[in-house]
């Protein structure tokens, strides 16, 4: 009878320790490139390398940069006679272990795409009904990170799907972050918690700062469009350390978006605690573009260790004020001129503000003797403090994003 109740114990035991997600991995927002935005399928071992070898010399890594990830496209079309993935014969001769050496070699890690269809979006040889055959071949590949998308899967149950994926990688022992795309169609920030350490919460982003990409079966979104979708308190509620809502990959750098957008772009994916992925080619990028995407303080907002998603305070006109809770009772507050004309002068009273968090019962006033200094984190300069009305200027979707600290 013990030894039945013993055997009971160990099943349990091991039924449950195979069926969790890697914890640890996500403590703040996920940080890399990502090579779809720019590339779609047209990539290689060079690419990869390239990638890894600018991480460090334009100073990416030290700013805090650490996954360096294949989208899809890397695959052969066809499974071998076993059964494994394939990668691409002409775009990674050496395989995809070679690659991935080549990142680890340089201090950083290595993700790969996949799909929990039959087939990827792209229509490459997706995981369903090879789950753990797959997470095997990634483990061996040394594989740190899977974005595991949402083509192809017929009346598959999206909850279900994604636990098979995140078991087998459990199983397989080697962790990995898993990056559910799903795209929000089934609410993932209701179930995912627990499965995912980021789940997609919209279609796919466009490099556009306010415009709606019409490819008739499906839409694709602007930087204000998907910024919208998260005004929301059930998203922030479902975020925080180890689980985030995943705006999608950053399109700075991309497109026809200005300085400006793209810092605004910048800035609220790191309020809103997204991961920062790049998505643009760092090759072929501009210091001014650099400069944004290395800007220190900025990323300290989106790897703030509360782990607290920012949300819209207030409307000044057109004048759209976002606010972040972070450690230390100090605040991210980010002016963003989303006017469709032109430049607007605005004037924030602090005396008259009482910024409330209803969601994790985070609350700053500044009248009184309550007065907070403030850092321009753009300029890298100080503001002066809460004491005084704040003035400024704001050309179109423009945005000021200071921190107020004591
Ligand atoms: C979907 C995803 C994108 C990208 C492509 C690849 O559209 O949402 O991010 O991974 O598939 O085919």
């Not at 795309?181 to 982003?205: F, K, L, Y």
Request: hydrophobic content about 40%; glycine content about 8%; aromatic content about 12%.
């Amino acid at each position: 009878m013990k030894k039945l109740f013993l055997s009971a114990i160990l099943l349990s035991l091991t039924i449950s320790a195979s069926s969790q997600k890697f914890e640890n991995l996500a403590k703040t927002p996920q940080m890399g490139w990502n090579s779809w935005n720019t590339f779609a399928t047209n990539i290689n071992e060079q690419l990869v390398k390239d990638i890894a070898d600018i991480f460090i010399s334009s100073g990416l890594k030290d700013a805090g940069y650490e996954y360096i990830l294949l989208d899809d496209g890397w695959m052969d079309m066809q499974r071998d006679k076993s059964g494994n993935l394939v990668p691409h014969p002409v775009k990674f001769p050496n395989g995809i272990k070679a690659v991935s050496d080549y990142v680890h070699s340089k201090g950083l890690k290595f993700g790969l795409y996949n799909c929990a269809g039959n087939k990827t979006c792209a229509g490459y040889p997706g995981s369903r009904g090879h789950e753990y055959q797959d997470a095997l071949k990634y483990a061996e590949w040394g594989v740190d990170y899977l974005k595991y998308d949402w083509c192809d899967t017929g009346e598959l149950n999206p909850k279900e799907a994604y636990t098979t994926m995140r078991d087998a990688l459990y199983a397989a022992g080697r962790p990995v972050f898993l990056s559910i795309c799903e795209w929000g169609d089934a609410e993932p920030w209701e179930w995912a918690g627990n499965i995912g350490h980021s789940w997609r919460t919209t279609g796919d982003i466009f490099a556009c700062f306010d415009c709606i990409e019409d490819h008739g079966t499906w839409k694709s979104w602007g930087v204000m469009q998907i910024l919208n979708m998260h005004d929301n308190t059930i998203l922030r509620k479902a975020a925080g350390p180890g689980h985030w809502n995943d705006m999608d990959m950053l399109e700075v750098g991309n497109g026809n978006l200005t300085f400006h957008e793209n810092q605004s772009h910048f800035a609220l994916w790191a309020i809103l605690n997204s991961p920062l992925i790049l998505g643009n080619d760092l090759r072929n990028m501009s210091e001014e573009t650099l400069s944004i995407l290395k800007n220190k303080d900025i990323i300290a907002l989106n790897q703030d260790a509360l782990g607290i998603q920012g949300f819209k305070y207030t409307d000044m006109g057109s004048v759209e004020v976002w606010v972040k809770p972070l450690v230390n009772g100090e605040w991210a507050i980010c002016f963003l001129n989303h006017s469709t004309t032109g430049a607007v002068e605005f004037e924030f009273d602090w005396n008259e503000q009482i910024v409330k968090d209803e969601v994790f019962g985070n609350e700053v006033a500044f009248s009184g003797k309550n007065v907070y200094k403030i850092k321009d984190l753009y300029t890298g300069k100080a503001m002066g403090d809460t004491q005084k009305v704040l003035k400024g200027k704001l050309e179109k979707n423009q945005s000021l994003v200071v921190r107020i600290y004591k």
